[in-house]
């Protein structure tokens, strides 16, 4: 999907450094008795690096497309351009416990926060899972997020679809959730291999290589020093069923869901995250571009929308504190002031190529939060059915053909 190369798990954590964690609830079945149950809901937490955060901050940027939901933190990272917090995902009504628990983590790690120091910005983001949870309930606890926070540190793949955040979201009227994927840009001076090449993720080493049309080898493997990644994670929750296409198909308009129907009202909040040494103002740039992956697979951005993106730089840190470089420890990544940190020119290709990853990084990692969900029973007997991945594919084979 698109012309750029999927990263060697086509993963956000693709990006060196960041790592994703959930902790999903699943309890009891049947009538919705509100502030009891049934529960299917979760959080889910993206980590930009593994260290502390506030005192390291990353270079962050905001774009709302539409500005009709709950989120916390956006704000201040929209006037200062960093983030300092994990970014933490959730269902709508449970902002605000989410952000207290966030409170309680960042304050146990920085003891002088609002007493010799500023206050911290919890970054907490949603969608309504009221259909298939009982969102008055606000289930999500101090204990869940401990356990996304755990599971994040902890590394390792990122699980998909009906899990963490995702676990009650629905998607052009199918289980939708969280879904992820990657790109790659290959960097300044590395050659995109002879004419007729073109990039497959095939390398050994976790990198890709250049194979020619015919399946030939390349010219050379393209290993991860050769380029910067950009990645993206999504928690969908948007789009009316005949909509939804797939890698320019219109499959919404042939299969639809057996289950009863949104309008097309939703939210959808996008992550992304790059290697790349980019600006805030750059990251704002990239993060207006996420809209381009959401209308390809149908979205329509309607009015009761809450669709926000969040993009931040793994490439360079920004220090809490003023401190000479001698009385602070040696960090694997440059930080502010003192590292020199060469930003990509706005006008290279390099950039335009960051924008299209954008794009494409986003269409497929919401397709991807529908092909890796499970159907999903709720509150009183609702059902999202995963969508027939196989069917789509029927469909799309038989229109190629």
Known sequence: MGRLPRGPTNAINDVPGVRVGHSTIIEGEGQLLPGRGP?????????????????????????????????????????????????????????????????????????????????????VAEC??????????????????????????AGGPVAEGAVGAGTGMSAFGWKGGIGTASRLVRRPGVLAGRDGARWEDAAEDGGVRL???????GAAAIRPRDYYVL???????????????????????????????????????????TDAPLDARQLRRVAERAVVGI??????????????????????????????????????????????????????????????????????AVLNSMFQAHTVVGRDGHVREALPVDEVARLIARWTA
């Open 39 to 123: 529960v299917r809901t979760g959080v889910t937490v993206i980590l930009p690096h593994g260290g502390n955060v506030f005192a390291e901050k990353v270079p962050a940027a905001v774009h709302v497309i539409n500005g009709f939901g709950k989120a916390t933190g956006l704000v201040q990272v929209m006037e200062c351009g960093v983030l300092e917090t994990p970014i933490l995902l959730t269902n709508t009504l449970n902002v605000g416990r989410v952000a207290d628990a966030l409170i309680d983590h960042m304050l146990a790690a920085n003891r002088e926060i609002g007493i010799t120091t500023s206050t911290v910005n919890p970054v």
């Open 128 to 153: 309504n899972d009221g259909y298939l949870n009982d969102i008055q309930g606000r289930h999500v606890g101090a204990k869940h997020v401990a356990e996304a926070l755990r599971a994040a540190l």
């Open 211 to 217: 194979q020619d049309d015919a399946g030939g080898g």
């Open 231 to 273: 990645g993206a994670l999504v928690l969908s929750n948007f789009g009316a069923p005949e909509d939804l296409t797939v890698g320019g198909w219109p499959v919404g308009r042939f299969l639809r869901p057996p289950s009863p129907q949104p309008d097309g009202a939703g939210s959808v909040v996008v992550v992304l995250a």
């Open 295 to 364: 209308v390809r697979c149908g979205g329509r951005l309607h009015h009761g929308s809450g669709d926000f993106v969040i993009a931040f730089s793994t490439a360079y840190r920004i220090a809490h504190t003023f401190a000479a470089p001698q009385e602070r420890p040696a960090a694997g990544v440059p930080v502010l002031p003192f590292d020199p940190v060469q930003l990509v020119p706005d006008d290279h290709p390099l950039m335009a190529d960051l924008l299209a990853a954008a794009g494409e990084a986003t269409e497929e």
